[in-house]
């Protein structure tokens, strides 16, 4: 079956470019999850979906920073005006919902977007 | 001072060596995993554990609560072992995961 994927797996952006970053998640998952990751860093939390439903964007670094996710299955992560500082990989994750009873539903991650901003 | 910390940052070993990875993290969890990240990006868990010990392979992931650290070994590490182990762990309010830095890992054969 077909895993997390993410499309373009490259971005090269002008500075003050938009750009849009896509995840399809696993089929059946409700939740997903988009994270970046600067070069040597771990990843950090951006925003979370459950189905369509943005349940958590306290991560997003800017109003420049946008996700949506319409129909509760394709999500894209929307920046405006790049910065050299959003030069990172940008990660999605999918799950079934995060708790069952009493057991946690892995993420499953994509590939990443690496993202630079010339 | 971050939430996960990991040790140590960078890790060379000779194939064959007994690995030892360490995570301490300040904050109470629900879960905590460790992850490995090859080059070109994709994480894959290895294991998703909240108590005790788990074994998969040459992998052993041992958790310690009241001390709040973990440890990932591997065992006769092999040079395909080479990629980032991430630690990250899953807070008690919901399904927000935090992660270490990773630890560089290089085995040479």
């Known amino acids: 079956g077909a895993g997390v994927s993410q499309s373009p797996r490259y971005k090269v952006a002008k500075r003050g470019q938009d750009v849009a970053l896509r995840c399809d998640p696993i089929s059946g998952h409700v939740s997903l999850f988009w994270y970046q990751q600067a070069l040597g860093q771990g990843p950090e939390f951006l925003t979370y979906?459950?189905?369509?439903?943005?349940?958590?964007k306290s991560g997003l670094p800017s109003d420049r920073f946008f996700a949506e996710r319409p129909e509760g299955s394709v999500s894209t992560l929307k920046i405006q005006r790049t910065q050299q500082e959003d030069s990172a990989v940008y990660l999605c994750?999918?799950?079934?919902?995060?708790?069952?009873?009493?057991?946690?539903?892995?993420?499953?991650f994509g590939p990443g977007t690496r993202l630079t901003v010339l | 001072k971050n939430e996960v910390e990991q040790s140590p940052q960078n890790l060379t070993a000779q194939e064959g060596e007994f690995i030892t990875i360490n995570c301490s993290y300040s904050?109470?969890?629900?879960?905590l995993h460790w992850l490995q990240q090859h080059p070109g990006g994709g994480i894959v868990s290895l294991f998703m554990l909240s108590s005790g010990k788990k074994k998969h392979g040459r992998l052993i992931a041992t958790i310690n609560i009241q001390e709040k650290h973990s440890s990932l070994h591997i065992t006769a590490s092999h040079p395909r072992d080479s990629a980032v182990y991430i630690c990250a762990v899953l807070g008690t309010s919901g399904s927000r995961l935090t992660f270490g830095e990773g630890t560089q890992l290089t085995v040479n054969p």
């Open positions: 979906f459950q189905n369509e439903a943005q349940l958590d």
């Open positions: 904050v109470g969890i629900s879960a």
């Open positions: 994750a999918s799950s079934l919902p995060p708790w069952t009873g009493d057991t946690y539903n892995e993420q499953f």
